[in-house]
Structures are given as C-alpha cells and as structure tokens.
C-alpha cells in the first residue's frame, strides 16, 4: 500500500475512533476494504487519492466478477464513500468520485442518543471525577461546550481562546471546510468557560514564565496539535459515563452532538436552525434527526383525534 494513502486511511480510521467510537471490529473491517482498494489500485498503477468515478467502476465490475456477496459489496461502497467525504472535508481532495454512485436502498441507521437525565449525569461525571480542581474546571467546561453547541469534538479541541472572552453570547465554530458559523451558548456553558478560563490563563502565565509561548487553543496541551485530542476527550467521556452509571459503549463525543440535535428538535426547534448549528451542508443529513417526533405525533394523534382512540 502507498505510504501516503497509509497515512490517510490511518488518520481517517484514528477520526472515525475518536468522533463516532466505532468498535475495534468496525474498524478493523473498514482497514481490510480500504486496503483492499489500494492493493487494487497500486495493481491498476494508480493511487487511492487518485480514484475517478471510472476507476470506482472499474473496481466494483471486479469484485462483482469474484462473486463477492451483495452485502460485501455494500460495505465496501459504504466505506468508500465515507472514506472520500472525509478526503474532501479535510480538504485533500476538491471533487468527490463518489459523489453520483448510488448503492442498493437501504434504512437510515438512526443516530444513537441518551436522555437529558443521562446527559445530566455526563455533567456530573465531568465535574466530580476529575483529580484535581483544575482538571474538574476544564472537563466541566468541555461537557458544558459540547452540550450547549453540539459541536464536532474536533471544533472544541480546537477552539480558539480568543472565541469565547469577553462573556460572549455566540461564538463562531469553524467546521469542515473551513466553513465558519454561529452558534449560541447557554448560561451554564458561558459560567463553565468563564471559571475554566481563569485556572487556565493562570497555568498559562506560569508557562510563559518559564520561556514558552502562549497557546491560542482555548484547551492547550503540551503535545504535538498544541491542543487535546479527540482520543483524549474519547477517553474522558467514557469515564464521565462510568461515573453515572451509563453504559459506556452507549456513550461518545459524537452521542452528544445527536442528543444537542434530538432534544432541540423533540422541544420544537426549526430544523433549519438545527442544520445551520450543527453544519450540515444539506438538509437532507439533519432530516435523520425527526425520528424523535415519531412517537410524539402518534401519541397527539391517540389523544386528540376523534377516530384516534380505540372503540
């Protein structure tokens, strides 16, 4: 395999761990898909970051002539076309070969979510079961951004610092693309930035004092991004559920951002608004999310429809 396609599929897989918390054996299977596309194009004399909607073709025609399964098949479509998402969103593509490829129908796998009581708990995870007051401060800090914005994981890790001073009552989040948006805070999460940001300036002038520069990131670290990581914050949310008793392959960073979208939607926020907090580029993507009325509207129907309710 092409060392540069490696280090795509490597960072693309260490992603998908961080922001959905796929299992060990989802991402196995995506590594075997994606490297047998590379062998397939390394045979072919091209690269994976080279693929057109031709070689794609060119590629399933060979699986269909190795009588692979039709559910193989499918997979292996699927993960493509997540695979050149993520090339585009990063931006190390500007076209997406994928783009016009349309495989079998299928059901829209609802998002996984948790309840506002769960959520509570995650708060009180964050807030008790760190070591010291600083370690509290920041992670309360985090539950409460995460919450409150329904950011991507990667958005809050690196978040400016400069985004929230001042007590602001919007912050400006760059997504995907480097797309820019607005996005409200609540009174909780704009206290917990408040607190957090005294602790931090306080460790931060203790680093300049000892000749280092001051970081912009709004949760500096030490390491190589200057920032925490997705796997930090992966890590973390699992020992918050811990904490409350919540199952923890229930919960991730990206369960948070369902539950910000779910429960705005369940208490009759527009979903237009919602596809622009949470940036999603088509509306079709945020529409998943209406699953949550299904059982409201039946219920409405039940109690106040005359031909409703059982003779």
């Keep these: ?40 194009c390394e045979a072919h004399k091209t690269s994976l970051m080279a693929l057109s909607r031709t070689d794609i073709d060119s590629y399933f025609i060979n699986l269909t002539s190795k009588r692979l399964a039709s559910s193989t098949r499918a997979r292996r479509l699927s993960v493509i076309k997540q695979y050149f998402l993520f090339c585009v969103e990063e931006g190390w593509r500007k076209d997406n070969p994928c783009l016009q490829i349309k495989g079998s129908r299928k ?22 079961s760190g070591k010291t007051i600083f370690d509290r401060t920041r992670e309360t800090c985090l539950m409460q951004l995460l ?54 300036d306080g460790r931060e002038e203790l680093t300049i004092q000892k000749g280092r520069s001051r970081s912009p990131y709004l949760f500096p670290s030490s ?8 796997h930090w914050f992966y890590q973390k949310i699992k020992i918050w559920a811990a904490y409350a008793g919540i199952e923890t392959e229930r919960v991730s960073p990206h369960t ?34 209406t699953h949550v009325l299904e059982d409201k509207l039946q219920t409405l129907v039940e109690d106040h429809h005359p031909l409703g309710k059982k003779p």
């Excluded at 950011?151 to 400016?160: D, I, N, T, Y």
């Excluded at 527009?270 to 907090?277: A, N, P, S």
């Excluded at 949470?278 to 529409?287: F, M, P, R, S, V």
């Design 1 to 40: 395999m092409m060392s540069k396609d490696l280090q795509k599929i490597s960072f693309f897989l260490q992603t998908k761990a961080a922001e959905t918390g796929a299992s060990e054996n989802t991402l196995a299977a995506y590594a075997r898909d994606l490297k047998d596309v590379s062998s397939w």
């Design 107 to 128: 059901v829209k796998k609802l998002p996984g979510t948790i309840t506002l009581e769960e959520v509570e708990g995650l708060f009180e995870g964050a807030a008790k």
């Design 147 to 200: 919450y409150a914005t329904g950011m991507r994981v990667s958005e809050l890790m690196a978040l400016p610092a400069a985004a929230t001073r001042g007590n602001p009552n919007m912050i400006i989040v760059l997504g995907k693309g480097s797309k820019e948006r607005l996005v409200p805070l609540s009174e909780p999460a704009k206290n917990a930035i408040r607190y957090w940001l005294d602790l931090r």
């Design 223 to 230: 390491g190589k991004l200057g920032h925490l990581t997705r």
């Design 256 to 289: 948070i951002r369902h539950a910000f979208a779910t429960h705005l939607l369940a208490n009759g926020a527009d979903l237009r608004v919602i596809q622009m907090l949470l940036g999603h580029a088509d509306i079709a993507t945020t529409e998943i999310y």
